[in-house]
């Protein structure tokens, strides 16, 4: 199978796992990047992992490409493998290490996108998109309650926000689902997100769920 013939493949494959369109772009660019660096291997059965170590290797040291730049390389080959291979290849240890203390303030829409795309567990799936999709500060989020969330006429109310003023954010339907598939599985009784001991949900389990996303991709 050829380079081209590859990146179409996974291109099809990714669109039928409902990736969103800026998605698949992004990990087709990756894709296109490796498949090139690789290209005279036969087939991607051939690739050595030290060959892989060596591109990224190479991509951190000479061009010194950014830490989401490097995650999106790394999520794209495990990706090329999982979808053409049907092979799943462990590459975490190639991902940047380092610590969050906090959220960060600023992720583009792209990062976001793959965060949520990255993200199995319906909770945490849950949490990150609530945070994202509504612009809520982390506190507001860990303030939420279930009388909180209007389903009905898609909005959320968020109380106690900047300047000690409530406001109000839409819900878009997407979050609806996801909150509503969260509550059937968690059934929550007071805040919206809760701890094992049905207490407000902490700031520092926050942080790492995200931190484990972004390690782990």
């Known amino acids: 199978m ?12 990714l669109t039928t796992q409902r990736y969103a369109n800026n998605t698949v772009k992004a990990y087709k660019d990756y894709a296109r990047l490796f498949l090139k660096y690789v290209d005279n291997y036969p087939s991607l059965e051939s690739i050595p992992i030290t060959i892989i170590e060596s591109f990224i290797n190479e991509k951190v040291q000479k061009e010194k490409i950014s830490i ?3 995650k999106g390389l790394v999520g794209a080959i495990k990706k090329i493998y999982e979808l053409i291979l049907n092979e799943k290849i462990k590459l975490d240890y190639l991902y940047p290490k380092r610590h969050l203390n906090k959220l960060p303030k600023f992720f583009s829409k792209e990062e976001i996108r793959l965060l949520l795309d990255n993200t199995e567990n319906i909770k945490h799936k849950a949490i990150l998109t609530t945070i994202y999709s509504c612009g809520l500060r982390l506190s507001e989020l860990l303030n939420l309650k279930i009388k909180d969330i209007r389903s009905s006429d898609k909005m959320i109310r968020i109380n106690q926000s900047k300047g000690n003023k409530d406001r109000i954010v839409s819900l878009p339907d997407k979050l609806l689902d ?3 598939e969260y509550y059937l599985i968690y059934k929550p009784s007071d805040y919206l997100f809760e701890g094992e001991r049905g207490n407000r949900y902490s700031e520092r ?7 484990k996303i972004i390690i782990n991709g």
């Open 178 to 180: 996801i909150l509503r």
């Open 2 to 13: 050829d380079n081209e013939t590859i990146l179409k493949t996974f291109e099809k494959k």
């Open 68 to 70: 989401s730049y490097q």
């Open 205 to 211: 389990s926050v942080q790492l769920i995200l931190k």
